[in-house]
Structures are given as C-alpha cells and as structure tokens.
C-alpha cells in the first residue's frame, strides 16, 4: 500500500505557533498574579512565614488544573516567597511534610503556636 507521510502544512505551524504564543500568555499571568500575592504577603510585614514543602495544606480543590501545573505554580510560589522574605528580613520556615500543619491549619481559627 502506498505510505503516508505526515507533513506540517503553513496551517498547522500557524495553529501551533498560536498555541505556543497562549500558553505564553497563560504562564505570564499565573507568574503576575503569583508575583501579586507574594507581594502583599510580605508587605503585611509578618515576622516569620512557614510553609509545607509539599503543600499538601493548600492544594488547590480544582480538579481541572493538571497536577503538573498545581506543582510548577506551588514551586514558583514558595520559590518568591523565600527571596521576598530574604529581602525584607523576614524568617522563612519550610516546614516537613510528616509535620501535621494540615490538621492543625484546616480548623477555622489560626492558632499560631500548633501551626
């Protein structure tokens, strides 16, 4: 039988580049917003910020999200917060997972002494 050879025609390196240029555009905006919310984090000028390493505590509920991307925003948020905090002197704690934050962080009211 005869051979079919995939070729990519000028449409299909269009559509991809288009594709390329919103997936682009998506990072940059979840980077921005990251960027917005480290910031007024640290502006609240707390005295020491504590964070899971995987955090397990504040996974988001979306099921859309692909765990993939949950990961990357989660390292790319802890990764901001730690030279943000080094910069305006504030004390930056990773906490161990096994460390059981996520029962103590889940009930309605701080308590910062079990946290």
């Known amino acids: 039988g005869g051979e079919y050879r995939y070729r990519k025609t000028n449409n ?7 594709v390329l240029k919103m997936r ?38 979306n099921k859309r999200l692909s765990k993939s991307i949950q990961e ?16 305006n002197d504030i004390k930056f704690i990773l906490a161990d997972t096994f460390y059981p934050s996520s029962k103590t962080c889940s009930s309605r009211e701080f308590k910062p002494s079990e946290c």
């Open 24 to 61: 682009r555009r998506l990072k940059n905006i979840r980077h921005n917003y990251i960027h917005q919310i480290t910031a007024s984090l640290v502006k609240a000028k707390p005295e020491y910020v504590v964070m899971e390493k995987l955090n397990t505590c504040g996974m988001l509920k």
């Open 12 to 18: 299909i390196k269009k559509l991809e580049f288009l």
């Open 72 to 87: 990357q925003l989660f390292h790319e948020f802890k990764r901001q917060m730690g030279y943000k905090c080094a910069l």
